[in-house]
Every structure is written in structure tokens, then in C-alpha cells.
């Protein structure tokens, strides 16, 4: 148990279909991060949030919409995606952005696949 | 730019030790990050080094040179349940982590 849950844990979806991952910590942590993992990369930085305020969109298509209602909740709206965007979501959370020596903690992810 | 490097994959026996390198190139260093990740899991934190030298933590330590771009994570007393991809992460002043590749270590009986 890491206090960050994402659901769902496995999507399936067409490319016309729009979808929500969901992400929620209990760690009272101010930032929380959207990560793309796909076989053989690194990790890919999507959105930042601190103290529910965007900070860094890494210029990621706007078909992948983020929201961020508070602190302990983080959304990622999926619209009209494209096969190769067939990954591992993985949402973590921080005490605060860019804060030097703490660690940011990572849900289990959310396994897309897009047919 | 950042660029950071680390083998794809390691094999080792189990009761062994193994060390699993990262270089990097950066500006700004603040800090560097070890991860543990186990297929279909999330990534869980192991070890954190922002001065040169060794950080040990049980089974696991975690080296850091500054000037050489350079850190290795060291795993002693190898288990099966060692197994997994291991993340090295930089981070800069005022912007955030930048992962590496991942190595996947096997750890074989």
C-alpha cells in the first residue's frame, strides 16, 4: 500500500470512446504527477499539479486532459486516443513540487490498451 | 539537456551481489533517486543521495560521485524477490525528476 490508489486498474477502449483514469492519495502530499510508462522507455512526465494548480504540461496532446479538484484527487480525461497511446498510467504524489529531497510515491497505474 | 543511462537488463545469482550503474549529464544537480519496480506495480522508493559517497540502507546501498555524472545501486544477499526493474532519477534545482531507462535485474536460483 503505497497511499496513492489509481482506478481503473485496466481499461479497454476504442479510439471514439472517452474515458476518466482516476488517482487518489491519503498522504496529504501538495503535488501529484501523471506519468506515462511504455515498454522500453522511461518514464514520460505528462502534467504537474501543485496545490491544485497546473505547473508543467509537457507537451502532451490535448486529446489527454488533466484535472485536478484538490490536493488528494487527480484526474486524467482520455479522448479520441490514438493506438500508441497504449501504456502504463502512473500517477504519483509529493509533498510539494520540485521540493529537493523527498520522494514521490507512485499508485499501481492504470494499463491501457486502445483497440 | 539531461541524459541518463543505465544497462537494460542484469542477471544474477540469488545470494549474490550485484551492482546496477547510472550516469548521467545535467545541470543543476539536486539530487539523485533509486526506485524498485515489480511488474504490474507502482515504483517504491529505495534510496536517495544529493552528496558523494555511499548511503546504506540493509541489503541495499547506493553510491553517488558528483563530478563523475555517476551512481550505482548495490544489492547484497541476493533474493528472488529481488527481482524487478530498478528507476534512477535525477533531479535539478527548481524542476523535476527525469527517469532513466530502468535496468531489469533477474535473479536466478
Known amino acids: 500500500e503505497t497511499g496513492v490508489t489509481q482506478t481503473p486498474r485496466h481499461l479497454v477502449m476504442g479510439m471514439t470512446n472517452k474515458k476518466s483514469l482516476k488517482c487518489e492519495q491519503h498522504l496529504g502530499h501538495n503535488a501529484m504527477y501523471w506519468y506515462k510508462q511504455s515498454a522500453k522507455k522511461p518514464l514520460e512526465l505528462m502534467f504537474v499539479y501543485n496545490f491544485k494548480e497546473q505547473t508543467e504540461n509537457n507537451s502532451v496532446p490535448s486529446r489527454f486532459s488533466p484535472e485536478c479538484p484538490n490536493s488528494s484527487h487527480l484526474f486524467l480525461h482520455l479522448h479520441t486516443l490514438q493506438p500508441e497511446d497504449s501504456a502504463l498510467y502512473l500517477c504519483?504524489?509529493?509533498?510539494?513540487?520540485?521540493?529537493?529531497?523527498?520522494?514521490?510515491?507512485f499508485g499501481d497505474g492504470t494499463r491501457l490498451s486502445i483497440l | 539537456g539531461q541524459n541518463i543511462d543505465q544497462p537494460t537488463e542484469m542477471t544474477a545469482t540469488e545470494g549474490a551481489i550485484v551492482q546496477i550503474n547510472c550516469t548521467y549529464q545535467?545541470?543543476?544537480?539536486?539530487?539523485l533517486f533509486w526506485y524498485q519496480q515489480h511488474a504490474g506495480e507502482a515504483p517504491t522508493f529505495l534510496s536517495y543521495n544529493v552528496l558523494d559517497g555511499l548511503e546504506e540502507k540493509g541489503r541495499f546501498s547506493s553510491f553517488l560521485s558528483r563530478s563523475k555524472g555517476y551512481s550505482y545501486l548495490l544489492l547484497k544477499e541476493l533474493q528472488m524477490k529481488d527481482s524487478a526493474s530498478y528507476l534512477c532519477?535525477?533531479?535539478?534545482?527548481?524542476?523535476?525528476?527525469?527517469f532513466g531507462p530502468g535496468t531489469r535485474l533477474s535473479v536466478l536460483p
Open positions: 504519483a504524489s509529493s509533498q510539494v513540487y520540485v521540493s529537493s529531497n523527498q520522494p514521490q510515491h
Open positions: 545535467t545541470s543543476g544537480f539536486n539530487g
Open positions: 532519477a535525477v533531479k535539478n534545482y527548481g524542476q523535476n525528476f527525469v
